[in-house]
């Protein structure tokens, strides 16, 4: 069973940088896409980013310019770099993988970042 694994959530300040990374265990073959949402309370859950293996990316609006992508394919093994945080960055990161019909989703991460 593939189940997805986050790491490096964290309190940061306003400006700062963090970089959360997502493994992807139980596949014996490359995740098609894998990716990050992030969703606070009473929010629906946003698309953060996401990679395919071909190393096409794409990212939500809010992100652009600041968030950045890359991956191991042959590992499934994602990386999210988040650079000049803003408070309203601040949720649940929550990583996500497709391979077809199928998508899993991993436990999420926190990040807060502060005035």
């Known amino acids: 069973q593939v189940q997805l694994v986050e790491s490096g959530g964290g309190l940061v300040q306003a400006g700062g940088s963090l970089r959360l990374s997502c493994a992807a265990s139980?596949?014996?073959?490359?995740?098609?896409?894998m990716g990050w949402y992030r969703q606070n309370p009473g929010n629906q859950r946003e698309l953060v980013g996401a990679?395919?293996?071909?190393?096409?990316?794409h990212y939500g609006e809010s992100v652009k310019g600041r968030f950045t992508l890359s991956r191991d394919g042959r590992k499934n093994i994602i990386y999210l770099q988040m650079t000049n945080l803003k408070p309203e960055d601040t949720a649940v990161y929550y990583c996500?993988?497709?391979?077809?019909?199928?998508?899993?989703w991993g436990r999420g991460t926190q990040v807060t970042v502060s005035f």
């Open positions: 996500s993988a497709e391979r077809g019909d199928d998508d899993y």
């Open positions: 139980g596949a014996d073959f490359a995740m098609p896409l």
């Open positions: 990679i395919a293996t071909s190393g096409y990316t």
